[in-house]
């Protein structure tokens, strides 16, 4: 098991470029096995997470190999297997993305319910109601779920804009018979990246970016070449890194539309954000102000940055509430920071953050991948040394982060212990 151990105080200044997005990538990876043959992806981050599903697509069959550092060859056999290992399963939640696609290509599936980060209830519903609709028999038994049936389109309304759900959905409607209409769906970006994924690989998906998502079935699938979009939240974060460091950092290979949510709450703060072609400049002020969040499902702040946003307002001038309405673990990170000095009360799914003069360095443990990172910019404007344990927990998402960080200052190590 490694830590991290960062010296704070360090104002950080440069250049820093984002990698391509975990969450998209992913959803892409999982989508390639609906086509047989070689399909490339660029910009896709080498993070654990990517791994972990490059992995199980070997179990499947697939050979899978790196062309450059960041560019993917995936090639998928005609008999791709149906059934994803538990072992392999139970570290990654997107592991259950693969139970649309191999539905779609297969006509059955059988993939172990999912693990991934603690940060709350995620249930699977929403995934099994739609590809329900979709005329699938679906089985839970012994901890997997087992898929079977040739999809065939349909409406279906999801309860709640799901990202997994509609990814899912419109994963397995790409190769059914008819037409499938999706409402209440998600708007994230990472939607919006899998259905040009899809149509580059000759599926008709319509909509994606809006509540309504149209696909009409093709009877089959080609391989691509495509493009891993940025990641929103690794830019959000080195975006709060300056923040909290009062700082001058140039986030490169970003697309702005999708950072609004996080560049409005940083102004906000007092933070400059000086908006460029593909990038986006932020200087820090010395004098933090506190502001209100709401996690909300896209457009709105998104639950992936919360913890980080917590660890800025930890230092504001004043008061500050956050209400966490997507997952009800996301808050457990305020015990983590008052270990630090910070002053946090947190009541159901609201915190209270009462900002303090300084925080001071300890030994602290990330919670999950998000966590993580807040513990990061933490240590990063702490008086003293931080030392963050379960850092694994931080390589599933972020590419090279310390290294990133380093490039613009910071002073942080990486140790091993027993």
């Not at 538990?86 to 696609?101: D, E, I, W």
């Not at 009877?219 to 070449?225: A, K």
């Not at 991948?369 to 990063?380: I, M, P, T």
């Amino acid at each position: 098991m490694d830590k991290l151990l960062i010296a704070g105080g360090q104002k950080l200044q440069g250049r820093v470029k984002v990698s391509g997005a975990k969450n998209a990538a992913l959803a892409l990876i999982a989508a390639a096995v609906l086509a047989e043959g070689e399909t490339v992806l660029e910009n896709v981050p080498r993070i654990a997470d990517v791994e972990v599903l490059l992995h199980i697509l070997d179990d499947l069959g697939a050979k899978v190999s790196w062309l450059e550092e960041n560019t993917l060859a995936l090639n998928i056999p005609a008999a791709v297997g149906i059934a994803t290992p538990y072992n392999l399963a139970k570290r990654l939640r997107a592991s259950n993305l693969l139970l649309g696609p191999l539905l779609s290509r297969r006509g059955e599936a059988q993939v172990p319910l999912p693990g991934g980060c603690n940060i709350g209830t995620r249930p699977m519903d929403l995934h099994l109601k739609g590809l329900q609709a979709l005329g699938a028999a679906i089985e839970l038994e012994h901890g997997y779920v087992k898929a079977s049936g040739s999809p065939q389109g349909n409406r279906v309304y999801l309860d709640f804009p799901s990202v997994g759900a509609t990814e899912n959905i419109m994963m397995a409607a790409t190769r059914a018979q008819g037409i499938t209409v999706i409402e209440n769906v998600a708007k994230e970006p990472e939607i919006v990246d899998l259905a040009n994924f899809l149509n580059a690989m000759g599926a008709k998906v319509r909509g994606a970016g809006t509540d309504l998502i149209k696909i009409e079935g093709v009877p089959e699938l080609h391989g691509t070449r495509y493009s891993v979009i940025p990641d929103r939240i690794e830019a959000g974060t080195m975006m709060l890194a300056a923040a909290i460091t009062g700082g001058n950092v140039v986030i490169q290979n970003v697309i702005n539309r999708h950072l609004q949510p996080i560049i409005a709450k940083l102004q906000e703060t007092g933070a400059q954000v000086i908006e460029g072609e593909g990038e986006l400049q932020v200087i820090g002020t010395a004098e933090i102000k506190p502001t209100d969040i709401k996690t909300l499902p896209y457009p709105g702040f998104p639950t992936d940055m919360q913890s980080q946003m917590m660890a800025l307002l930890s230092l504001s001038q004043g008061t500050s509430v956050i209400v966490e309405t997507v997952f009800e673990n996301r808050l457990q990170l305020g015990e983590e920071l008052k270990r630090m000095g910070a002053n946090i009360k947190v009541e159901g799914q609201t915190a209270v953050v009462i900002g303090v003069e300084k925080l001071y360095g300890a030994e602290v443990k990330a919670c999950d991948l998000r966590s993580g990172a807040a513990l990061v910019l933490a240590g990063l404007a702490a008086e003293g040394e931080t030392s963050i344990n379960q850092v694994h927990l931080i390589d599933r998402g972020y590419e090279k982060l310390e290294e990133k960080l380093r490039s613009l200052g910071a002073d942080m190590r990486r140790i091993s212990v027993d």
